[in-house]
């Protein structure tokens, strides 16, 4: 599927699906609701978010005032007082919920185990006075490298119990990318385990950990290690300690601390047009807020529903949606540790049959691997417990939509198409199950309280009538807006808010239809999107460059059926003369491999004696992109020199 193949088939993709009578009647967001919020928000902006902001939280101090905005500067419910952990946790026990099951969680291997709230409450207080006692105070930073085990979901919770600001480092991530969020961050606590499972195969977390530790991170005085797999791993005696042991250590009271509205919750870093990751800040209650709300609003999340998202915690989407939107609304959130094709490509399928699971959320990247599959291994299970199905994390083409509405969701149920980024913290256009048409491919509307829009070059927005395309923004800030790039608000400031003052830049290409609603056509940056997760092109430029026989490279997306996007090197090495070979292809794959972490490896690297550029030296990705892509190059004008393009089609 090429761009313009999504662009042409979601332009002629007219089929509507109205929310069925029976779904709207229970929904928790009904079509008068909806109306009056999307009127409140028109008319009284601030106070929209201030009513919302009292009703939901469970503020231990009051806040003074909504919204201080001072672009692209934001302050939201400044002056109050609340704990995100509490939120999750405490304000269940007094209820029936207390002995509900928080986290059923399955591994790999196929061990399981549940947590109730009370349980998860007090391994959440144990581990909050474990990094205590390692002197963790409100304020510092803690990584969590970790595989996919309810020890990472008690480590977030625990963090946030303290107020300290976690720094979740995805468990596929390499020893360097550690090394580099560690130190932007300065974390003092990494907790991670020895190896986590993929595959059948153990990730050695640990041991990247080590290596991380042994060239940098100084900030780093404790690192926790859970025992998942039972591997053998090297210990520091001075620095290193058992999960086990530093938690039957500690008692299961912890009092919250109550932290500021502002208090910084987590850094998340994600992959910008520059080399270097982005710390992406999310402060504490309009973070808590969105998150709650957005759980309740799209995924139509009730008390008896058993909700799954198959995203790892490394990611947004898994804190979000995972950890605390969830949790917030006392839900029961499934969590798996490995590969959903592992052992067998029915895995999730087994999931959601033994655990009645009623809301499943997943990325089109995986949607179109069952597709791939056949249908054979979702027909074997009964998935009629399913009543909402969600995707999010890039543009699904409708044939993906509708194969996951009739063969995974038996043809009767909504399908939620949610648009969202690390840096908005939760959903922001999505339908609402109860409420929205949904048209495949569409992520439909702005969800009440947020103010996306499409607009062309000058901030204008595109006339709907002319099915115009335009870049998505959102002009309003939001409770769960990122607040600031980590220690360089000068990105920040010119990276979202650099284009258009005060009004946000989600880099992102879109179109608004007739009806209103919104089509996501890809990022407008140097950002490739590979199965739903992010990645700069100059990171994976500035690994491959860092190999001793490369000169120069660029990386560009090519467009791939199952993954959405595959990455595309083109490499010049430092013998120019020499192609370089099978051999030297397989080295640099594994060298992006060890630098970045597996997912950034290019599924194909072209050697190319030189690099298209322009009169003024720079590398033209647009057109290495088109040869990628097997397209007509086009406009080649530019070009200091016609024949390098020439050696590249030969190819
Ligand atoms: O390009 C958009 C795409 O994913 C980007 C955000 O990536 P990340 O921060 O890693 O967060 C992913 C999960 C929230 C966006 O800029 N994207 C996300 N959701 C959709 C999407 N593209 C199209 N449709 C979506 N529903």
Redesign the pocket.
Known sequence: MTDEDTIESVLKEDRHFEPSEEFRQQANLDPETYEELVAKADEDYEGFWADLAREELDWKEPFDETLDWDPPFAEWFTGGELNLSYQCLDRHLDTWRRNKAAIIWEGEPGDKRVLTYQELHNEVCRFANGLESLGVETGDRVALYMPMIPELAIAVLACARIGATHNVIFGGFSANAIEERVEDSDCSVIVTADAGWRRGKEIELKDAVDEALSSGCPSVEDVVVVQRTGRAINWYDDRDHWWDELMAKQSADHEAVPVDSEHPAFLLY??GTTGKPKG?LHTTAGYALWTKLTSRWVFDLKDDDVYFCT?DIG???GH?YIVYGPLQNGATTVMYEGAPNYPRPDRLWEIVEENGVNIFYT??TAIRSFMKQGDEWVDKHDLSSIRLLG??????NPEAWIWYRDTVGGGDVPVV????????GG?M??PLPGVTTTIPGS?TKPLPGIEAEVVDHDGDPVDPEANEGGL?VVQKPWPSMLRTVWGDDERYKETYFGRFPGTYL???GARRDKEGNIW????IDD?I?VS???LGTMEIESALVSHPSVAEAAVVPRPDDVKGQAIVGFVTTEDHADGGGPELSEALRAHVGDEIGAIAKPAEIRFAPDLPKTRSGKIMRRLLGDIAAGRDPGDVTTLEDPDVLDALIDE
């Open positions: 994600t992959s992406v995203a990611w947004i989407t979000s990325a089109p995707t999010v994390g890039e543009p699904i198409d949610t648009w969202w980024q690390t840096e908005t959903i256009i999505s992520a998505l989600a880099g992102d996501i056509m890809g990022r950002v999107n739903g997760h992010r």
